[in-house]
């Protein structure tokens, strides 16, 4: 397997797991209060799969066991809308072991597009459709003025975080934190802080 493929597995996982408790803070406040240990628990047997693959792996075979090992230990409503992310991923990259711009904005894309129909989420729902959609929309703007991966990567994640205070401002009309309408107003969005520490990993793990 592609070493830096490896490695950026690990780093979007760590970052996950590093921050459970704070996700599932975010989480407690208008939701189940368990995103951040689902998470945590579904990267812990990310990690079991990916590192028991070996080597030749193209991106698309990882991200495929990614989201199948997060749809199978996730619990609530991230573990089929991240495992749906990761496999609807996994097909611009199929058969690759290195990535072009292009194919990342369209894995980001494709991500999205599996998220939003398996959720039936749109944009302003206060959800991570709210942080992602906005992350590939300035990733594609950057790419197509003639910016780097790194530096689309870069615009792409600090969209995202301009999602995330978004999140503050609306209510929520998905899942459980819908029940308390008003209410939900002032918190933000857990799936849509741990959308934005995932991209930010990535980031991190190739600036270095």
Not at 6 to 13: L, P
Not at 45 to 53: Q, T
Not at 97 to 112: D, P, R
Request: hydrophobic share 40%; proline share 1%.
């Amino acid at each position: 397997m592609n070493k830096s493929v490896y490695g950026v597995v690990h780093a979007v996982g760590d970052i996950i797991i590093q921050n459970k408790a704070y996700l599932s803070e975010l989480d407690q406040a208008i939701g189940d209060g368990d995103h951040g240990i689902n998470m945590a628990r579904g990267f812990e047997s990310v990690f079991i799969k990916v590192d028991g693959l070996g080597e030749g792996k193209d991106i698309g075979s990882v991200l495929k066991t990614i989201g199948m090992a997060l749809i199978s230990s996730v619990g609530g409503a991230s573990g089929p809308l991240y495992g749906t992310a990761f496999l609807r991923a996994a097909v611009p990259s199929q058969g690759k072991n290195q990535l072009e711009s292009e194919t990342v904005g369209q894995m980001l894309l494709a991500a999205i597009n599996g998220i939003k129909e398996r959720g039936k989420a749109t944009r302003g729902e206060k959800t991570m459709i709210d942080a992602l959609e906005p992350a590939y929309e300035a990733f594609e703007s950057a790419r197509l003025s003639g910016k780097t991966t790194i530096e689309s990567l870069e615009i792409a994640c600090e969209a995202a975080k301009k999602g995330i205070e978004y999140t503050k401002t609306i209510i929520a009309t998905k899942g459980r934190a819908s029940y308390l309408g008003e209410r939900s107003i002032g918190h933000q969005d857990a799936g849509a802080t741990s959308s934005h520490l995932m991209l930010k990993a990535i980031l991190d793990y190739y600036k270095e």
